[in-house]
C-alpha cells in the first residue's frame, strides 16, 4: 500500500503544540501587520526553539 502525501498525526500534534506556545508567548497578536504574520508563523514552526528562551522578537525586529 502506498503511503499518502497528508500530513500525519505527529505533524498535526507538533503545530497544534506550535499554536499553543507562540499564544502563550505573545506571537499572535496583530496578524495584520506583515512582520507579525511571518513572526506568528515562525514561532508556531519553531517552537521547541522558543521554549529553549530564543525570543524572535528581538530576532526579526
Do not use: C, K, T
Not at 7 to 16: A, D, H, K, M, P
Amino acid at each position: 500500500m502506498g503511503r499518502g502525501g497528508g500530513i500525519s498525526l505527529v505533524g498535526i500534534i507538533y503545530l497544534l503544540i506550535g499554536v499553543v506556545v507562540a499564544s502563550f508567548r505573545g506571537y499572535l497578536v496583530e496578524w495584520n501587520i506583515v512582520g507579525n504574520l511571518i513572526e506568528g508563523i515562525l514561532a508556531i514552526l519553531v517552537w521547541p526553539v522558543i521554549l529553549l528562551g530564543v525570543d524572535l522578537h528581538q530576532l526579526i525586529a
